[in-house]
């Protein structure tokens, strides 16, 4: 019991101000229960220690109105009052009119300030600075001028002076221990364009302000509070860096160093009685320093930020971003390069500035640099305290630490070979195809006007003799029981009308298709694969289907030197071989990207209603996303066994996508799995798999997962999984009978996925 009364004694003693004046004289030292209050009792100055015991002393400021202490500065945050008794150590003005902090068990001082002249007095302001003041009010000494991990408005911080750099902040070492921590914060003195935050002597993060170095990215508003930033110059050699705040409690504003490295701007919320974020950096894995590696950049317009590769370039290590990307195309000195812009970016590191000059004077001075990368240029509204009013920056080598950003980015032009090989391939494309064309037509025009003359039985003869050499050579072991029955070409003519014109469905690369030969030769294979397709698609065969369509889509959009968009995913356009391996087939309406373009319109919408993604079926606009969504249909279509263009059939199932997501929402995915697969299933995996499918059909093409991801998170059980948004409903429309879109004509070696397709 008697310990427990000198831990609260103890903790009484340290905590109850026997002192409440903002300031103190020579005669009047400060010991442990005093504290300084400031005149509006926002800020407390006094000894703490951070475990409540007398082992360890300090002097600090902290928010005096505020539950739990929040220091903003420390006196001695590396040389603690340590082994002595609460008692024995004082904050004094010395005979030599200087603040000394001392443990008189040993009579040495711990800390010291700058001398002040006589009759000096040390104050607590409001604004929670800690000044030692002359008699005549000047200012001798201030802890504004020796921040410790924190900025406080109106604090001016002399970041550089002389390409020296004069102010670092340092973080503490953990929540519990105010000494100095492994992670500081310093201002770029060669550019006077960046601040640095370090871990040790490795930079970890990097801030640049280039939008208008006048205003260093102008001011943030959040919730009442508005914070205006500014970054000014002393006497052409130094940097000072100041911030102000407008709202309801100014002063319960703090920009801090934490001891995890990261920057925050945090205001008092009383609401809740906790700090709120308005600013927080890094916010990613892959926004810290050089990390997506040289010409790769950090995506943070995205939900979850990643590396990318700009534009023009390409990974170093397969889909690995994170080391860093390679041209497509090397740079040749003497050929006219092109520049691609790109917008809304974070300027990399390790620029040359050239002040004053206009945009052209920018472009030449890089353009006519065979080692210059890029560049970037800003034209300032107005100079403030610079000597320039506009400002060019120049890349040589490398772009490192870059990224895509929300807001406060800016142009940059990347420096791109004159001419690259998938334009040379369009050229070619541009010449052969209308030569190809010609060609084609005229001996499609001699071909006719040759036949035209013959004589119907000779025609019939040559039809008859090519459809017998082809029958004949799928069974050339004369074994007849084949995978497709024989079918006389007599009976053919009989079925099709010897061919008529009027039961012609249409034509495609491959030949004519009519009506009577499509019932004749279908009717039997689908009604053998109908019967047997229980037992031959069971769960493994489905998801190892899945895994391989998705697998074809990414090589479509990224693997392939080209970016192909399907435009037409379904499941008539999916085949399966005899080892049930997918092959995307029929790329009639498919579109090429070239390798800076991300997404196109078009005013002809072709495709097939259920698949088509949102966007695209009512504004025309099509990218990679869209195939994504119509995977996203194909996956939850294999899982149910139900067509997406079929829920009319089913009692209470108003849309697939919507029920998939009733049903995984309430946790019982297993009522949308196809019966005939249900038992002895992996559930998680098929929860997996459906997951992915809600993710993929997501209304925003923003939101949907790029298919390089889609793969991952199916070869990855263990990967976590974002959760998906809830779809909007669309009403079906139903495509029109016997159309395009509603029949496919598959080889005859070849098995359609359309055999999933109702129960």
């Given at each position: 019991m008697e310990k427990v009364h000198l831990q609260v004694f103890i903790l009484l003693l340290l905590s109850s101000p026997c002192e409440s004046d903002d300031q103190f004289t020579q005669a009047k030292p400060l010991f442990p229960g005093d504290m300084l209050i400031s005149k509006e009792g926002v800020f407390a100055l006094g000894f703490f220690s951070p475990t409540n015991s007398n082992e360890s002393l300090y002097i600090g400021i902290w928010y005096h109105n505020i539950p739990d202490r929040t220091l903003v500065w420390v006196a001695n945050r590396d040389s603690p009052i340590t082994n002595t008794t609460p008692s024995a150590a004082k904050l004094a003005i010395t005979d030599n009119q200087e603040l000394a902090l001392s443990d008189s068990t040993t009579g040495r001082p711990l800390w010291t300030t700058a001398t002040g002249g006589a009759g000096v007095i040390a104050v607590l302001l409001s604004s929670g600075n800690f000044v030692l003041r002359s008699a005549n009010g000047t200012a001798m000494w201030q802890s504004f001028d020796h921040p410790t991990d924190t900025?406080?408005?109106?604090?001016?911080?002399?970041?550089?002076?002389?390409?020296?750099?004069?102010?670092?902040?340092?973080?503490?070492?953990?929540?519990?221990?105010?000494?100095?921590?492994?992670?500081?914060?310093?201002?770029?003195?060669?550019?006077?364009?960046?601040?640095?935050?370090?871990?040790?002597?490795?930079?970890?993060?990097?801030?640049?302000?280039f939008s208008d170095v006048s205003a260093f990215g102008g001011s943030v508003s959040y919730a009442t509070t508005t914070v205006i930033v500014s970054v000014s110059r002393v006497n052409e050699d130094g940097l000072y860096f100041m911030y102000t705040v407008s709202g309801d409690s100014p002063a319960f504003t703090r920009l801090s160093l934490d001891y995890t490295g990261k920057i925050r701007l945090l205001t008092w919320n009383n609401d809740t009685s906790s700090w709120t974020a308005g600013y927080e950096r890094p916010s990613s894995g892959c926004d810290l320093y050089a990390a997506c590696g040289p010409f790769g950049y950090c995506d943070n317009t995205e939900s979850v930020p990643s590396c990318r590769c700009l534009d023009g370039f390409e990974p170093i290590d397969g889909h690995d971003v994170s080391r860093g990307c390679r041209r497509n195309e090397a740079l040749v000195c003497g050929m006219e390069d092109r520049f691609v812009t790109l917008s809304g970016m974070k300027a990399p590191q390790g620029f040359m500035h050239v002040d004053n000059t206009s945009f052209d004077q920018c472009v030449t001075e890089c353009s006519t640099n065979c080692s210059c990368t890029a560049y970037a240029y800003f034209n300032m509204s107005t100079a403030g305290a610079w000597a320039y009013t506009s400002r060019c920056l120049v890349w040589t080598g490398d772009l490192v630490d870059t990224g895509k950003v929300p807001s406060f980015g800016e142009d940059l032009y990347i420096r791109l070979a004159a001419v690259s090989h998938v334009q040379k391939k369009r050229n070619l494309v541009k010449i052969l195809l209308?030569?190809?064309?010609?060609?084609?037509?005229?001996?499609?025009?001699?071909?006719?006007?040759?036949?035209?003359?013959?004589?119907?039985?000779?025609?019939?003869?040559?039809?008859?003799?090519?459809?017998?050499?082809?029958?004949?050579?799928?069974?050339?072991?004369?074994?007849?029981?084949?995978?497709?029955?024989?079918?006389?070409?007599?009976?053919?003519?009989?079925?099709?009308?010897?061919?008529?014109?009027?039961?012609?469905?249409?034509?495609?690369?491959?030949?004519?298709?009519?009506?009577?030969?499509?019932?004749?030769?279908n009717e039997v294979a689908i009604k053998r694969l109908n019967t047997a397709r229980k037992s031959m698609l069971p769960w493994p065969t489905r998801f190892?289907?899945?895994?391989?369509?998705a697998r074809g889509i990414m090589y479509l959009h990224q693997d392939s030197r080209l970016t192909i968009i399907h435009r037409d995913l379904k499941a008539s356009n999916i085949l399966l071989d005899t080892e049930m391996i997918p092959k995307i087939s029929d790329f009639g309406m498919a579109r090429i990207f070239s390798g800076d373009q991300h997404q196109a319109n078009t005013n002809r919408v072709v495709g097939t209603y259920g698949y088509m993604s949102p966007e695209y079926a009512m504004e025309g606009a099509f990218s990679v996303k869209s195939d994504t969504y119509s995977f996203g249909v194909l996956l939850l279509e294999i899982v149910s066994g139900i067509k997406i263009s079929s829920p009319h059939l089913l009692m209470d199932f108003p849309n697939l996508i919507v029920q998939a997501w009733n049903l995984w929402k309430d946790g019982k995915i297993e009522d949308l799995v196809d019966s005939s697969v249900k038992e002895n299933c992996p559930l998680d995996e098929i929860s997996r798999c459906i997951h992915i499918g809600l993710l993929c059909v997501q209304d925003s093409p923003n939101c949907r997962p790029l298919m390089s991801a889609v793969v991952f998170m199916l070869e990855n059980k263990t990967s976590p999984l974002p959760i998906p948004m809830q779809p909007v409903y669309f009403a079906r429309r139903d495509a029109k009978p016997g159309g395009a879109n509603n029949n496919r004509v598959s080889s005859v070696n070849d098995m359609s996925l359309t055999a999933l397709e109702g129960r």
């Open positions: 900025i406080l408005p109106t604090m001016r911080v002399l970041f550089s002076y002389q390409g020296h750099v004069v102010t670092r902040l340092f973080a503490s070492k953990g929540p519990a221990d105010p000494s100095t921590g492994d992670f500081s914060v310093s201002m770029d003195p060669s550019s006077k364009l960046q601040i640095f935050v370090w871990h040790g002597t490795r930079l970890y993060y990097r801030i640049n302000f209308p030569i190809t064309a010609l060609v084609l037509l005229i001996t499609f025009t001699m071909l006719v006007l040759t036949y035209k003359h013959r004589g119907t039985r000779q025609k019939k003869k040559v039809q008859k003799r090519h459809m017998l050499q082809y029958l004949r050579s799928t069974d050339q072991a004369g074994d007849k029981n084949i995978e497709f029955p024989f079918i006389d070409f007599e009976d053919i003519v009989v079925a099709t009308d010897n061919f008529s014109d009027t039961n012609m469905l249409g034509k495609g690369g491959f030949g004519k298709v009519y009506k009577g030969m499509l019932e004749g030769i190892k289907i899945i895994k391989g369509i």
